[in-house]
């Protein structure tokens, strides 16, 4: 292995310490920061994410609310839960753990949230407000991913960058906070002709596809950062990313490790967002 571990839980723990401090300045002066998680359905990934976030906030100084809700939960039920802790003052961020069950209409649900308390960006005008440079709350992940690329300084105005994947929660804004930062950013997806073509000019790649091996030695640029989103399972049940860690890791100047990489930092960002919105009131959109 030549290349540097961009070592997300390292980083992760730094950002956290800042962010109870936050807290608890916000709960000495009278209202402790609050987040509510809302899941449905015992999808077991989704239990694992929803049980790491909320133990994140509890050790953090950050008041968790959960719902749990069995898979047949009314569309109608679920939305009137997000009218109600849209007006709680002890919430400032709302979490449903997506996917949601298929009866019920993930976009309807994340536009029931209060722009203001939507801590995971995905609501339409966070979006809009990040595709115009003027973010509220940025989602989750690919903030993380922003933040470890600048405590590694590694340098984004001027790079060629390739993002893989155009999810509206991770590929997308991932390409525009890469653009807002100076790179020049290619978009990659499963109908790319020639991905290797794209990924062997960059000088940053983040792969974001839930395929495993789609990013392999040959295709990075010698001293490149690859950037690892990617959560799937190997042969053995091992937790693994998108990436050729192995092989790339010869190759590359900078990598994230799974586990270890991007995973934390979402938590982290997740963190973050809440308590912002917190110090801002909850009441700016
Ligand atoms: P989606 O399934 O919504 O999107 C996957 C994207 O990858 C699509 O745009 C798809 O293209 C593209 N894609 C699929 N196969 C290929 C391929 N062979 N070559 C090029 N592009 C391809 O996934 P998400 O964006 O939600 O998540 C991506 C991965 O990141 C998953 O493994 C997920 O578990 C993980 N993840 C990890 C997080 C973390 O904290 N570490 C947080 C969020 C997600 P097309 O649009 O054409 O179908």
Do not use: W
Not at 63 to 92: C, G, K, M, Q, V
Not at 114 to 142: E, I, S, Y
Not at 152 to 160: F, K, Q, R, S, T
Not at 245 to 270: D, Q, R
């Amino acid at each position: 292995m030549t290349a540097t571990l961009i070592d997300g839980n390292a980083l992760s723990k730094t950002l956290r310490a800042a962010v109870a401090v936050r807290a608890a300045k916000l709960t000495a002066a009278g209202h402790q920061p609050g987040l509510a998680v809302v899941l449905v359905g015992a999808n077991p990934a989704s239990e694992v994410y929803v049980r790491n976030k909320v133990k994140a906030c509890n050790d953090h100084g950050i008041h968790s609310s959960f719902d749990r809700y069995p898979a047949d939960l009314a569309e109608t039920a679920l939305l009137a839960r997000i009218d109600e802790l849209n007006r709680d003052p002890r919430i400032d961020g709302i979490l449903v753990q997506l996917p949601l069950p298929p009866h019920i209409d993930s976009h309807k649900v994340i536009e029931a949230i209060a722009p203001g308390k939507d801590v995971d960006g995905f609501h339409v005008a966070n979006a809009g407000a990040l595709m115009t440079g003027m973010p509220l709350f940025q989602p989750c992940t690919p903030y993380g991913v922003m933040k470890m690329l600048d405590a590694y300084e590694i340098p984004l105005a001027g790079a060629e960058a390739v993002v893989i994947g155009r999810s509206n929660i991770v590929g997308k804004p991932m390409a525009l906070m890469l653009l807002e930062a100076g790179a020049t950013v290619t978009i990659c997806h499963s109908k790319t002709r020639d991905l290797a073509a794209h990924t062997r000019r960059a000088d940053i790649v983040v792969a974001a596809t839930g395929r495993r091996n789609v990013l392999t030695a040959d295709m990075v640029k010698p001293g490149a950062t690859v950037i690892d989103v990617g959560m799937n399972r190997d042969d053995a049940g091992k937790l693994c990313g998108d990436v050729d860690f192995a092989g790339v890791s010869t190759v590359a100047g900078h990598v994230t490790p799974v586990p270890g990489g991007v995973g934390p930092m979402t938590i982290t960002m997740l963190l973050v967002n809440t308590v912002e919105a917190a110090e801002r009131g909850h009441g700016s959109f």
